[in-house]
C-alpha cells in the first residue's frame, strides 16, 4: 500500500504501541491514549466510513475513553515487567525476557478467563485451535491456525524473542476468524471483542499493574 504512507504523515501500528507500552516507555498514560488515538485517526482517514476497519477503530478509540483520568504506576513497568539486563532480550535474538513473558501469559491467562456481564466466559471460540476433524475444509483456507492456547504454550516454551512475534500471532487468530467466516458471522465479531479484550488487558495492566482479579469484560 504505497499510497497509505502518501496520505498517512505518522504511521504508526498497534505492535509498536504495545511493545513501547511493555518496555515502560510511557511516561504518562496521555501519551499512550496520544499514539492510541493517532493510529485510530490513521485508520478512519486511510479507510472508508463503511468499512470494517474504520468500525474498528471507532469501537476501539471508545474503549480507550475508559481510562480518561487514570495514571500510569511511577514504577511504569507494566506487571512489574521490567527486565533485568541479565534476561532482556538482545538485538541479536534470544528468548524475552522473563518479566515480558509474565506479562504475555497474564494476557493470555486473563482472556481466557474473561466473562461478559452475564458471567459467560467470552473467548472459548479462541481457546483452541478449529477441529481439524469437523472442519476439514478450515485447513485447506487457513495455512496457519492459531489459538489463544497454543500462543500460551509457546510462552511456556520461551518462543517469542520479542513483543512483535507476540503481536503477530495474536493478530493472526483474529484474521484467520476474518479469513474464513463471513464479515458480518457471530465468529468475526468475537474476533473483534478479542482484539477489544487484549487492547483492554493491556491498558488495565498498565494502569494497574498489581491487579490479580479475573477480566470482566463487557460485550461490545
Given at each position: 500500500y504505497p499510497d497509505y504512507y502518501e496520505e498517512i504523515t505518522n504511521p504508526i501500528a498497534l505492535n509498536e504501541i504495545q511493545t513501547k507500552l511493555f518496555a515502560s516507555g510511557y511516561a504518562s498514560l496521555d501519551v499512550l491514549k496520544r499514539d492510541l488515538n493517532l493510529m485510530f485517526d490513521n485508520a478512519k482517514i486511510y479507510n472508508e466510513p463503511d468499512s470494517q476497519i474504520y468500525k474498528d477503530a471507532n469501537t476501539l478509540q471508545k474503549m480507550v475513553q475508559e481510562f480518561e483520568g487514570k495514571e500510569l504506576p511511577?514504577?511504569?513497568?507494566?506487571?512489574?515487567?521490567?527486565?533485568?539486563?541479565?534476561h532482556s532480550n538482545t538485538a541479536t535474538g534470544g528468548s524475552v525476557g522473563l518479566g515480558m513473558e509474565d506479562t504475555m501469559m497474564k494476557i493470555i491467562d486473563s482472556l481466557l478467563s474473561s466473562v461478559d456481564k452475564n458471567g459467560d466466559t467470552m473467548f472459548d471460540d479462541f481457546r483452541n485451535?478449529?477441529?481439524?476433524?469437523?472442519?476439514?475444509?478450515?485447513?485447506?483456507?487457513?495455512?496457519?491456525?492459531?489459538?489463544?492456547?497454543?500462543?500460551?504454550?509457546?510462552?511456556?516454551?520461551?518462543?517469542?524473542?520479542?513483543?512483535?512475534?507476540?503481536?503477530?500471532?495474536?493478530?493472526?487468530?483474529?484474521?484467520?476468524?476474518?479469513?474464513?467466516?463471513?464479515?458480518?458471522?457471530?465468529?468475526?465479531?468475537a474476533a473483534l471483542e478479542l482484539q477489544v479484550g487484549s487492547l483492554?488487558?493491556?491498558?488495565?495492566?498498565?494502569?494497574?499493574?498489581?491487579?490479580?482479579?479475573?477480566?470482566?469484560?463487557?460485550t461490545i
Open positions: 511511577k514504577s511504569a513497568a507494566l506487571a512489574n515487567g521490567r527486565t533485568s539486563q541479565k485451535l478449529v477441529s481439524r476433524k469437523d472442519y476439514p475444509e478450515y485447513y485447506k483456507i487457513i495455512k496457519e491456525p492459531m489459538s489463544l492456547n497454543t500462543i500460551r504454550k509457546r510462552i511456556l516454551a520461551h518462543r517469542y524473542t520479542g513483543w512483535s512475534e507476540f503481536e503477530r500471532d495474536m493478530e493472526l487468530i483474529i484474521q484467520n476468524a476474518r479469513t474464513f467466516n463471513e464479515e458480518e458471522s457471530f465468529i468475526v465479531r483492554h488487558v493491556s491498558l488495565s495492566l498498565a494502569v494497574c499493574p498489581s491487579t490479580k482479579h479475573t477480566c470482566i469484560l463487557e
